[in-house]
């Protein structure tokens, strides 16, 4: 395998078939500061594809961190203007937007949790001005890796040092179904169709709730909508949207829940990375929809603050299904970023919903909140139970796999 060539295929799968950049197009680009070396090849293949410029802004956690050990809670998470200008500009103009994250899970683990969460903070707000272009004016976004020394270092340790980094690039190709002679695009399109096949066959059930359950203690009925469709309806969108793939990898069927309608007690399956400090066994018990109670021994400050965001960041804004025997999954690694560790799992989504507007049946509700923040909690026996309109019981995961 030629890694440099790999690297180009990768990029242009990120440019092509994730963003769908469109001829004269402005990328605008937020990337891990770590990552520079693959930027140049990803805007080259941006260019290729006819971008008409590709912005890119650096995300320095390493700096921010220095910040908040001299500068106080309120002052890191500002947004200054110029932070909205630089972005905002581009996407008035019908930019599109990547985020490349590359993960470097030690970076934070000294740093206490109230500082943590402003850097957080700070990152997620300036993180908002891209997500409200996307809901509101339906531009292409992405959401991909670039791997690190410092990833390698972490999720490799089977390997030796020297060859770590070179094994994760590996790796991420084939989570992202990339291999030396495919057609990425062609790949990924029948990737898509049998994803909506599955989304609209449990549309066809007309679920009223979701009823998980799983040997960790998980015992979590989620209310749906009628609006909550699993499915890809687009007739719903507008006739000039363009089609792009938001999540490279993904392996999820998603959903929004009625805001109010989620009671019992979920436990994570995978570490949740929130201002670049890893939080592990961690729960939280609902009641009417509203979290009322982190269930923690360590990092429950930073989940407590997470549910304070706003006054809806402690609903849920999402139920996704992803099968355990998933690619992902099988390869027995825990990744410490939500992009690839949310899709080895059946994952819930704190915070804003999928689908902000009012839903066409006004009994329901869908969250809205300044966060979107998923967690794992897909396991090898998750149980899952959907009931229908009609009353009538079905088996929708058995053994932590779909069952329909």
């Given at each position: 395998m030629n890694l440099e060539e790999m690297k180009h295929k990768y990029a242009y799968t990120l440019a092509r078939v994730g963003l769908n950049v469109q001829k004269g197009q402005t990328v605008l680009v937020e990337a891990a500061v770590e990552g520079y070396a693959f930027v140049p090849i990803f805007a080259q293949e941006c260019y290729k594809l006819g971008a008409g410029n590709v912005v890119v802004h650096y995300l320095d956690e390493g700096n921010l961190k220095i910040a908040s050990l001299?500068?106080?809670?309120?002052?890191?998470?500002?947004?200054?203007?110029?932070e909205v200008l630089e972005n905002q500009k581009y996407l008035d103009e019908g930019a599109c937007y990547v985020r490349l994250e590359g993960v470097n899970p030690k970076l934070m683990e000294d740093l206490?949790?109230?500082?943590?969460?402003?850097?957080?903070?700070h990152v997620d707000a300036v993180r908002n001005i891209m997500r409200k272009a996307s809901r509101?004016?339906?531009?292409?976004?992405?959401i991909a890796m670039i791997p690190t020394q410092?990833?390698?270092d972490v999720v490799m340790q089977d390997y030796p040092k020297e060859?770590?980094?070179?094994?994760?690039?590996?790796?991420?190709?084939?989570?992202?179904?990339?291999d030396e002679t495919n057609d990425v695009v062609e790949t990924?399109?029948?990737?898509?169709?049998?994803?909506?096949?599955?989304?609209?066959?449990?549309?066809?059930y007309n679920f009223t709730k979701l009823h998980y359950t799983a040997s960790n203690g998980t015992n979590l009925i989620v209310e749906l909508t009628p609006d909550s469709k699993f499915g890809f309806d687009v007739s719903k969108l507008p006739k000039d949207r363009i089609d792009f793939s938001p999540n490279i990898p993904t392996e999820e069927i998603c959903t929004t829940p009625e805001k109010y309608g989620t009671n019992g007690v979920v436990y994570a399956s995978r570490p949740?990375?929130?201002?670049g400090k890893s939080i592990e066994n961690f729960g939280f018990r609902f009641e009417n929809g509203k979290v009322v109670e982190v269930?923690?021994?360590?990092?429950?400050?930073?989940?407590?603050?997470?549910?304070?965001?706003?006054?809806n960041a402690c609903y849920l804004g999402e139920c996704a299904l992803v099968e355990y025997h998933s690619p992902i999954s099988m390869s027995k690694r825990v990744y410490y970023t939500t992009l690839i560790d949310e899709n080895a799992s059946c994952h819930l989504a704190l915070g804003r919903g999928l689908n902000v507007e009012p839903p066409h049946d006004p009994r329901y509700t869908f969250n809205d909140s300044v966060i979107h923040i998923d967690f794992m909690i897909g396991t090898e026996d998750m149980h899952i139970v959907g009931t229908t309109a009609s009353g009538e019981e079905i088996v929708v995961f058995d053994h932590g796999d779909f069952a329909i």
């Open positions: 001299y500068r106080n809670k309120e002052d890191v998470e500002h947004i200054e203007e110029w206490e949790e109230e500082r943590s969460n402003a850097i957080f903070a509101e004016k339906h531009c292409q976004w992405l410092e990833w390698a060859s770590r980094l070179k094994a994760l690039w590996e790796l991420l190709f084939q989570l992202c179904y990339i990924w399109a029948q990737n898509k169709r049998k994803k909506v096949e599955r989304g609209n066959k449990m549309d066809a949740l990375v929130l201002g269930i923690a021994k360590e990092g429950k400050e930073m989940l407590e603050h997470l549910i304070r965001m706003d006054e």
